[in-house]
């Protein structure tokens, strides 16, 4: 099956920093990612959408500002954290899919990585 | 908007026995994608089985059986001859095609020997 590399795996970061995680597509071109919030125990929230070359889209009180998401290129979604205080700590998953016509327009998950924000 | 209900927080069975995970979703649209993903204690999410709403036909893979009821909007997954690695958090998701997947709140099944 089709492998989505997410990384880093873990991060510990002071209040106040910015974190970079990076989610990539390893054997096909992934059109749209998708990024996803799971605290303890809970379900997998849906943060926002990337299409390649466009600007992603977020939901509903999720501050656009704060969770920067790049998707420059076919193979690479990135979510940047900016300015983590403590309850921006987190699991957070990426999925990605790829364009229909190439047979790999199921959703593949990253393996998440869990932000812990001191 | 969808929504995907999850009504058992918890679960357990003892192993070799056949448990059965309810889930219920609503939707508006006639095409649609039906899914039970696995989330094991590493968190990496695993695909268990996946049913497409056009399909009349039950999907099935392995121990893992579903009851899809498209006019009752119900989607349960069976687990026949439950093994220790089946336990797990067990989450119902839907999409339309090329949309993010909306999950339900999840049920953690525990298998006991």
């Known amino acids: 099956g089709a492998v989505v590399s997410q990384h880093p795996s873990r991060v510990i970061c002071k209040s106040g920093t910015s974190v970079k995680i990076e989610c990539r597509s390893l054997?096909?071109?992934?059109?749209?990612m998708f990024w996803y919030r799971q605290f303890p125990k809970q379900s997998l929230m849906l943060m926002a959408t990337?299409?390649?070359?466009?600007?992603?889209?977020?939901e509903q009180g999720v501050e656009k500002d704060k969770f920067l998401i790049n998707h420059a290129s076919l193979t690479l979604s990135t979510l940047t954290v900016t300015s983590a205080h403590p309850e921006d700590s987190s699991f957070y998953i990426c999925?990605?899919?790829?364009?229909?016509?190439?047979?790999?327009?199921?959703?593949?998950f990253g393996s998440g990585t869990q932000l812990s924000v001191l | 908007a969808q929504t995907v209900t999850q009504s058992q927080p918890e679960m357990s069975v003892q192993e070799a026995e056949t448990v059965t995970l309810s889930c219920t979703y609503d939707?508006?649209?006639?095409?649609?994608?039906l899914f039970w993903y696995k989330q094991p204690p590493s968190r990496q999410m695993i695909l268990v089985i996946r049913?497409?709403?056009?399909?009349?036909q039950n999907a099935t893979e392995n121990r893992f059986s579903v009851n899809f009821q498209k006019a009752a909007k119900s989607f349960s997954l069976k687990i026949s001859d439950s093994q220790l690695g089946d336990t797990a958090m067990y989450f119902c998701?839907?999409?339309?095609?090329?949309?993010?997947?909306?999950f339900g709140k999840g049920t953690t099944l525990s298998v006991s020997s």
């Open positions: 939707t508006s649209e006639n095409n649609y994608y």
């Open positions: 998701a839907f999409n339309e095609a090329g949309t993010a997947l909306i």
């Open positions: 999925s990605a899919r790829g364009a229909p016509e190439t047979g790999r327009e199921k959703l593949f």
């Open positions: 054997d096909f071109q992934a059109t749209t």
């Open positions: 049913q497409e709403a056009y399909k009349q």
């Open positions: 990337s299409n390649e070359g466009s600007k992603a889209t977020y």
